[in-house]
């Protein structure tokens, strides 16, 4: 598997997992689910195998229990996963004592274990099993290991990948590990391989024409079978002992999901649109026939009639586009693929357990992108990314108790890309395992990654934690065997960005944002400022823009990110902007067109331009003039903290500049919200909600301010603070560099009362905090 995932490149965005990482999301995962299937099937409320073992009175029963298990990797690759699932139920079965011998007696005197991804069977005495065929016992062993991993892999383990190689390596993989313990029959001749290919795909998993809740009912009573039929060719076509069988088998498999696709389709809402479409067509265009019309009433059924034309072509161009297979060329239709997740009546149950290391990094076609867009809307970002979208997959795949394991970038653990997908995990499951890597563990590949575990049944609020992101590759794996952090999973959900990074402070941070409103809520905008799609063209320098008499009343006076400071701008440049907006005339306009000229072959090159959305001389994105015009807070985007300043001066920005606006009736003063966003305690709460390294990426970003907790205190109060600021501004105004240090510690002091924080919080917060616990006490 290694050798075949070095050979292709990567070229499909997945990576061969180590065997110490395989082994222990097998081992985390399978057990729980094991557990979950006894007290889903028995009534019982085990927490642990020995639990289990305590209980456990009917050996056959158990395994049956076992065995109907259902694991699925979606992006299967080599197979390296379902191998390690296969090695840890037998294990499993032999630590509860319910590994048995085709006659049903248990294998009481051996012991299975995995140890280095590898299934190890040992004898009473310690020695390790080696297979003789005309020993009796030895022969009983290694038969019943045999057909052990026989129905395992027939029953348990499903897999689907795009590659079409990946998938002939699964099972291959699979193959071989059947071949580890095959015996001589009592003809001399060795066991005959079944056909275990058929629990193997190829195919896209994220994409799919039919929805997983899609109606069979209608499908299976036109079709002359039911499913448990197409369950059993699937286990026919497993046990066919000749080719023809096999092929026979195939043919009928092919028939069954064929007849599946071509009736779901006939019923595709989609098409019984089309036809609904096609009805009203016809009706408005014999009216004409049928009845006297006025000029004005013919001109209003033609426009109709031209309306319902171009819905009609564009909803028989995606018709036609499934139905040629353009994007579902390689769809993977898990709605009828695998019959064993399906119940009698057709419906998708899910799997048990969906388990993997989905591709990191695919790169998707535009169609790709617009199908994903559509399907995964609950999760979707502007850049997207697959291992984003088979979170949700992974998900979609799940039962009613089941569990996800996945090793994906650590970056989703905390970058607000994925903030949906977080939230999504943290409302509807129980988050079991959230451990950071680091970037230890693919020796060719760089990328920082987090196992994440969660379950679909609530099992209680505990997830086992770790950060192991600076453990060096050859001691992860032992690291890893070590951890035993139970953390409150509220300390992840109280987290406004629903951060998988453990918080420390947690109750500070929700002290600070319960009962209050957010900058959202009190804010009329929060905003950044102008894209003008080409910054050489608009922007110039103020002697520049006097030299070529460009027409004053849209050249506007601009301040930069740089120029924002806290509490004042201090601008410098002598910047402007042309502000041309579409609302413009250009013929008033000669000298700024002229100037734009120059600029004419890029601007045109812009795709907005390209596209005939606004032409060459108008800004990309000029916002709303109000914006610039009215009293304003300005924060600085590129900082790794909160830096804000006040305008009254109808300074324009670009977008590296975010743009603070209060209503007109604001029960919020901009002086005080001013104090308020430049404290220590806002960079601290901000700090918390962007959960990133702000020194690698310094910037401040519209999203999280608006989450930002405000207090809103009495028209006193608030004047308090507003009288502090008020000295910052005129010592700023007299020089810009004055030393307000003094007057900003009294700021955050009474913003930490204002908070009602203690003095040990406010300590977390300001750990160089210079008053005793009674002089705070004592601060009014």
Known sequence: ?????????????????????????????????????????????CQSLDNLYERIEDKREANTIINSLKICDPAVG??????????????????????????????????????????????????????????????RVQQALFHEKQTIIEGCLFGVDINPNSVTICQLRLWIELLKNAYYREDGNLETLPNIDI???????????????????????????????????????????????????????????????ANLLISDPKKVKLRQLQGELYNLENQGLLFEETKTEQKAREKKVTKLNNEIDKLTAEIADIESGKLYKNALEWRFEFPEVLNDD?????????????PYGVDFSTQEKEFLKKYYDRIHVRTPESFNYFSYRYQELTGKQSLCSLIIPSSFLNQIEFEKSRELILSNYSLILDINLGDGVFEDVTTPTCIISFSKKILNNSTLYADLSDVERDKLPVELDKINNLIDQSNLVSNQAY?????????????????????????EDVATGISPGLADAFILKSDEAE??????????????????????LQPKSEKVIIYFSSDLDVKNYPNIIKHLSLYKEKLD????????????????????????????ILIRQTANRIIAAYDEDQWYC?????????????????????????????????????????????????????????????????????????????????????????????????VYKLYQLTYNEVKIIDPEFALTEQEYLDFP
């Open 1 to 45: 598997g290694l050798i075949f995932e070095k050979i292709n490149g990567y070229k499909d965005g997945s990576f061969y997992t180590p065997s110490f990482i395989t082994m222990y999301m097998c081992r985390e995962t399978i057990r729980r689910a094991i557990v979950q299937k006894f007290n889903e099937v028995k009534g019982w409320n």
């Open 78 to 139: 080599s197979g390296h996963f379902l191998v390690s699932a296969l090695n840890e139920i037998i294990a499993i079965k032999s630590e509860l004592r319910v590994l048995l011998d085709s006659s049903g007696k248990s294998l009481k005197d051996y012991r299975v274990e995995v140890r280095n991804d590898k299934l190890l069977v040992y004898d009473d005495e310690g020695t390790l099993f080696a297979y003789h065929p005309n020993n009796k016992e030895k022969q």
């Open 199 to 261: 629990n193997i795909k190829c195919g896209n998993s994220l994409i799919s024409r039919f929805a997983l809740d899609v109606d069979v009912k209608q499908v299976l009573q036109k079709q002359k079978f039911s499913i448990e039929q197409y369950r059993n060719a699937v286990q026919t076509y497993r046990n066919a002992e000749t080719k023809g069988q096999k092929r026979e088998m195939e043919t009928l498999i092919a028939k069954i999901k064929a007849g599946f696709s």
């Open 346 to 358: 057709g419906d998708f149950v899910g799997f048990d357990v969906v388990i993997g290391n989905p």
């Open 499 to 523: 951060s998988f990074v453990f918080k420390n402070h947690h109750q500070l941070i929700e002290k600070c944002y319960s009962g209050n409103l957010t900058l959202k809520d009190i804010a």
């Open 547 to 568: 030299s070529k008499k460009l027409e004053k009343d849209i050249i506007k006076k601009l301040i930069i990110g740089g120029e924002i400071n806290s509490y004042c």
């Open 605 to 632: 090159n812009r795709v907005e331009t390209k596209s005939g959305v606004i032409p060459y001389y108008v800004m990309l994105r000029p916002r709303r003039k109000k914006l610039f015009t009215e009293p304003k």
């Open 654 to 750: 670009l977008k590296s500049g975010i743009i603070v606006q209060l209503p007109n009736k604001s029960e919020v003063q901009y002086l005080y919200l001013l104090a308020v966003l430049n404290s220590k305690l806002m960079n601290f709460l901000y700090s918390d909600l962007v959960n990133e390294d702000v020194r690698i990426f310094p910037e401040v970003k519209p999203v999280q301010l608006f989450k930002l907790p405000i207090v809103v205190p009495k028209r006193q109060i608030q004047i308090a603070l507003e009288k502090i600021v008020n000295k910052i501004l005129t010592a700023k105004k007299d020089d810009p560099n004055a030393d307000t240090s003094e007057l900003e510690k009294q700021i955050d002091h009474l």
